[in-house]
């Protein structure tokens, strides 16, 4: 895949919103033919879309964002662990249309119902159970200069760019005499419920015995899917189809659309815009910017997202505002007293903050330190192993100033991910970390993740499990 650049802002405009009420829809799954019946829930603010899988021990949660996707095979799922929910797109699409930023939706199966191929049953329980303003102001991914990307094949492309509001425009192309070019746009969400949600999923007859075979669409049938015939097939292979797929035979085979008129002309383009809007719902966050897909898909819709929500996390990362000419929280004398780290491994020079699941210290980087006697003697590189340490002395000053006895314990590495090298760290640089809880502190273990930020911008980052001790 190739992505292009890439500065976006956010902005804080409108308020957050949910469902006033629960609603409930029951059907069976395209793939898996599963009866399901789906709860969709208020949440609370900051809470997200997130799936419950309440037929499951535990009733796991799966967040709809990107970097959940396991799978796009003729839809968008979702997987948490052992946990999966199939085909999310219709029902995410209609709740991003609809502004919904947070919502529980419980479901009793592996997929959501199908319906009938569209986003109309969706969108007409969600305006039934009526949407609510909640206290927090959105958080809008605002698209502020071209962005691009591309799959591999160069086939498919999605381009974004600036735009006061969201639109999207789409434009699809097959090799087949029914179903060529066709395009579609959509320049305002307040059109959606009419001119999108209703547009039906498709499928070519060629497409079903293989489909079938990969052990797909075994709830698919006449009433939730455009079928498109587009080569001559004879009544006796209709038929056989038709057994398979445990459906009535259609007794006209002619080239064209098989079981129903379309919509709009160009349905099948705005389906796959619903699908389009539906996969950039996972990112996570509204957007605002026009969106120009060219044969977009579930694969290169959910790995843009996947990139944009890279982006976000990125950009979430804002450096601690330090007044370098403050008194610190804590000097050296008490990072004497509470590390057991001396010259030339002691790596924090001060605390300059300390919040209920964070610190910010500081490290000066000088020359005279004896690692830089050979890495590299001509080129000065703080080693970046000794900035994740650094990160996790850190760490240690967090917990161990919480003891009434710290010299009593010590705080080990368990394990250490995702490591990012942004930059160099060279004499002269001040380092200024911040480390912070992932999750609360349980049985002395600690889940933290640790920033390294150099003239304002980010060094390195780490991922870190560590261990509280009592010493011996």
Same mark, same amino acid.
């Given at each position: 895949?190739?992505?292009?650049?890439?500065?976006? #802002?956010?902005?804080?405009?409108?308020?957050?919103?949910?469902? #006033?009420?629960?609603?409930?829809?029951?059907?069976?799954?395209?793939?898996?033919?599963?009866?399901?019946?789906?709860?969709?829930?208020?949440?609370?603010?900051?809470?997200?879309?997130?799936?419950?899988?309440?037929?499951?021990?535990?009733? /796991?949660?799966?967040?709809?964002?990107?970097?959940?996707?396991?799978?796009?095979?003729?839809?968008?799922?979702?997987?948490?662990?052992?946990?999966?929910?199939?085909?999310?797109?219709?029902?995410?699409?209609?709740? @991003?249309?609809?502004?919904?930023?947070?919502?529980?939706?419980?479901?009793?199966?592996? $997929?959501?119902?199908?319906?009938?191929?569209?986003?109309?049953?969706?969108?007409? +329980?969600?305006?039934?159970?009526?949407?609510?303003?909640?206290?927090?102001?959105?958080?809008?991914?605002?698209?502020?200069?071209?962005?691009?990307?591309?799959?591999?094949?160069?086939?498919?492309?999605?381009?974004?760019?600036?735009?006061?509001?969201?639109?999207?425009?789409?434009?699809?192309?097959?090799?087949?005499?029914?179903?060529?070019?066709? @395009?579609?746009?959509?320049?305002?969400?307040?059109?959606?419920?009419?001119?999108?949600?209703?547009?039906?999923?498709?499928?070519?007859?060629?497409?079903?015995?293989?489909?079938?075979?990969?052990?797909?669409?075994?709830?698919?049938?006449?009433?939730?899917?455009?079928?498109?015939?587009?080569? +001559?097939?004879?009544?006796?292979? %209709?038929?056989?189809?038709?057994?398979?797929?445990?459906?009535?035979?259609?007794?006209?085979?002619?080239?064209?659309?098989?079981?129903?008129?379309?919509?709009?002309?160009?349905? /099948?383009?705005?389906?796959?815009?619903?699908?389009?809007?539906?996969?950039?719902?996972?990112?996570?966050?509204?957007?605002?910017?026009?969106?120009?897909?060219?044969?977009?898909?579930?694969?290169?819709?959910?790995?843009?997202?996947?990139?944009?929500?890279?982006?976000?996390?990125?950009?979430?990362?804002?450096? /601690?505002?330090?007044?370098?000419?403050? /008194?610190?929280?804590?000097?050296?004398?008490?990072?004497?007293?509470?590390? !057991?780290?001396?010259?030339?491994?002691?790596?924090?020079?001060?605390?300059?903050?300390?919040? $209920?699941?964070?610190?910010?210290?500081?490290?000066?980087?000088?020359?005279?330190?004896?690692?830089?006697?050979?890495?590299?003697?001509?080129?000065?590189?703080? !080693?970046?192993?000794?900035?994740?340490?650094? %990160?996790?002395?850190?760490?240690?000053?967090?917990?161990?100033?919480? %003891?009434?006895? !710290?010299?009593?314990?010590?705080? @080990?590495?368990?394990?250490?991910?995702?490591?990012?090298?942004?930059?160099?760290?060279? !004499?002269?640089?001040? %380092?200024?970390?911040?480390?912070?809880?992932?999750?609360?502190?349980?049985?002395?273990?600690?889940?933290?993740?640790?920033?390294?930020?150099?003239?304002?911008?980010?060094?390195?980052?780490?991922?870190?499990?560590?261990?509280?001790?009592?010493?011996?």
């Amino acid at each position: 895949m190739h992505f292009e650049n890439r500065k976006s #802002k956010y902005f804080f405009m409108s308020k957050q919103k949910t469902l #006033k009420n629960e609603f409930t829809i029951s059907g069976k799954g395209l793939h898996t033919g599963v009866s399901t019946t789906l709860v969709a829930k208020p949440a609370p603010d900051d809470h997200g879309i997130v799936f419950c899988r309440v037929d499951l021990e535990d009733k /796991p949660l799966i967040p709809a964002l990107a970097e959940y996707v396991s799978s796009t095979a003729r839809g968008t799922v979702l997987k948490n662990g052992d946990a999966v929910i199939n085909t999310v797109e219709h029902l995410l699409s209609a709740l @991003y249309a609809a502004g919904i930023d947070n919502c529980l939706v419980e479901v009793n199966s592996p $997929e959501v119902p199908i319906l009938d191929g569209s986003a109309k049953y969706f969108v007409k +329980k969600i305006t039934e159970a009526q949407i609510i303003e909640q206290e927090n102001e959105k958080n809008y991914f605002t698209i502020t200069e071209k962005m691009v990307f591309q799959s591999e094949d160069k086939r498919s492309s999605i381009t974004l760019l600036p735009d006061t509001e969201f639109s999207v425009q789409a434009l699809i192309g097959y090799d087949s005499p029914v179903l060529n070019n066709q @395009y579609a746009e959509l320049d305002s969400m307040s059109d959606y419920a009419e001119q999108i949600a209703p547009c039906r999923t498709f499928v070519f007859v060629r497409e079903l015995e293989p489909l079938l075979k990969a052990n797909l669409i075994k709830g698919g049938d006449l009433e939730n899917a455009i079928v498109i015939n587009d080569s +001559k097939i004879s009544q006796t292979e %209709m038929q056989r189809l038709a057994d398979l797929l445990q459906q009535p035979c259609p007794t006209e085979n002619e080239i064209g659309y098989l079981n129903t008129d379309l919509l709009f002309d160009n349905e /099948p383009a705005r389906h796959k815009l619903l699908d389009l809007i539906g996969d950039f719902a996972l990112i996570g966050r509204p957007l605002k910017g026009r969106i120009i897909a060219k044969h977009p898909g579930h694969k290169v819709n959910t790995a843009f997202a996947l990139q944009l929500r890279r982006e976000i996390k990125k950009r979430d990362v804002f450096v /601690p505002a330090v007044n370098l000419n403050a /008194p610190p929280v804590m000097d050296i004398n008490r990072i004497k007293q509470l590390l !057991p780290h001396r010259y030339p491994f002691l790596l924090v020079d001060k605390v300059m903050e300390i919040g $209920e699941n964070y610190i910010v210290a500081i490290k000066n980087v000088t020359y005279n330190e004896m690692h830089f006697i050979g890495h590299f003697p001509d080129e000065p590189v703080m !080693p970046g192993v000794l900035q994740v340490e650094a %990160m996790a002395q850190a760490i240690g000053l967090f917990v161990l100033n919480q %003891m009434e006895n !710290p010299s009593e314990y010590s705080t @080990y590495f368990m394990k250490i991910d995702n490591v990012k090298f942004r930059q160099k760290v060279v !004499p002269g640089d001040i %380092m200024i970390m911040r480390v912070g809880l992932l999750t609360p502190i349980k049985r002395g273990i600690a889940m933290v993740k640790g920033y390294v930020f150099v003239n304002g911008n980010i060094a390195t980052e780490a991922e870190m499990m560590a261990q509280i001790v009592k010493n011996k």
